[in-house]
């Protein structure tokens, strides 16, 4: 199976490596990073940047379609070309995952209609607008789609993929190659369970995040260069 | 204060990624990739490649020591001036964080002399070698010394040292931030817990993943560059 995993300027690490983690590890899963263009990426902290080493034009077909989210995510929506793209990519799936508010994109692109969704638990009303049917779940699936609430639920929903794939056994193998047995160290279950304080401090990040990215495309003003293989 | 997340080829991403997400966004933290030279470090797969802003040589001072672990570790092991530079940046820090046998590179540069770690539940046997006092925890702290059990255990150790930063109102603001509520699909809560097919299978996947970064190293054999800000 071949697994594409979308880049974009300002995408959440987590929401694309959790599920990468898992889901690269099936066997005789070919993985590719492909974005707008091929380079550089620079995730939403500007301290980060992963390769792309294909692009929209020549990522061809792809049987798991993977979109993570992240502040970039707004801006994606505003290119209707790149939508235009990925809806065509999710045509010939035979999984599309979203993951927190990365969901957002596969609505936006129309992949949604008729369907029910999970997301990051801030995006939930934005999510809705699209007239998704948004479910408040750690991951969920309708049909062929799969989507995953905030960040670190690319995991659990990676490993839910992963054994619909190859089954149970490889679903178990690879949450024990990645020994996912979490124990925070907090005792709140859900995002409702979290403090008022928290909730309002998350959200005003969420927006300065957005203005950092506005103002400063690219790699905090680096430059990177990418050569592809001979 | 200023984090480093020391890259090699070979590691597995979320190792570094899981602390990254959530140590990168206390208020105030400065958050450098560096590896023993910049440029960009493929990751176990060879489906991902990421960029090293800065090296061993320039590195400077660090207030967090952050080292993830992966197949790549045991080469890493192998390089003495490696360790050196590793250890010497060690006694500048507040704290030094290991993640899966990455914390076998803490133990072997001689940094965790009398002290208990935890590590990737493959790796007990390899790091009590050292005659570190290995303790079968999700996330464990001796000293200044933070370690983490395998791979996704990574989010756990992260969220408790930022607690142990920030306090518990900014680690629970980072957790809801990262949505970690998990829910994996499966009910083993250890790894101890897995089926023994499972652990056959990891143990298998672990020899293999070994002989193919011996036989190549690199990224996949593609060509990278990168050019420094002006």
Redesign the interface.
């Known amino acids: 199976m071949r697994l594409g995993i979308f880049l974009f300027d300002g995408l959440?690490?987590?929401d694309a490596?959790?599920g990468?983690?898992v889901l690269?590890?099936l066997p005789g899963m070919?993985?590719?990073?492909f974005a707008e263009e091929e380079g550089?990426i620079a995730a939403d902290?500007r301290?980060?940047?992963?390769?792309a080493?294909a692009s929209l034009e020549n990522i061809g077909s792809l049987d798991i379609l993977y979109i993570p989210g992240g502040p970039g995510v707004d801006r994606v929506l505003n290119k209707p070309h790149v939508l235009d793209v990925l809806r065509r990519l999710d045509e010939g799936t035979t999984w599309t995952v979203g993951i927190?508010n990365g969901v957002g994109i596969l609505a936006a692109a129309g992949m949604l209609d008729g369907q029910s969704a999970t997301t990051?638990?801030f995006y939930r009303d934005d999510l809705a607008k699209y007239g998704v049917d948004v479910v408040p779940e750690?991951?969920h699936r309708s049909g062929k789609y799969v989507t995953g609430?905030?960040?670190?639920?690319s995991?659990?929903t990676g490993?839910?993929l992963a054994?619909e794939i190859g089954g149970?056994?490889a679903?178990?193998?690879l949450?024990?190659?990645?020994?996912?047995?979490?124990?925070?160290?907090?005792q709140?279950?859900?995002?409702e369970e979290?403090?008022d304080?928290?909730?309002a401090?998350?959200k005003a990040?969420e927006g300065m995040s957005a203005q950092i990215l506005a103002q400063e495309p690219g790699?905090a003003?680096?430059?990177?260069?990418?050569?592809?293989?001979?």
Do not use: H
């Open positions: 959440t690490l987590l490596i959790g990468y983690e690269a590890r070919e993985t590719v990073f550089l902290t301290a980060l940047g992963l390769t080493t927190c990051n638990y750690r991951y609430a905030g960040v670190s639920a995991i659990d490993l839910y054994g149970e056994m679903g178990k193998t949450q024990l190659g990645i020994e996912y047995y979490p124990s925070p160290p907090y709140e279950t859900t995002p979290a403090p304080r928290s909730k401090l998350v990040v790699f003003g680096r430059s990177f260069e990418w050569k592809p293989p001979a």
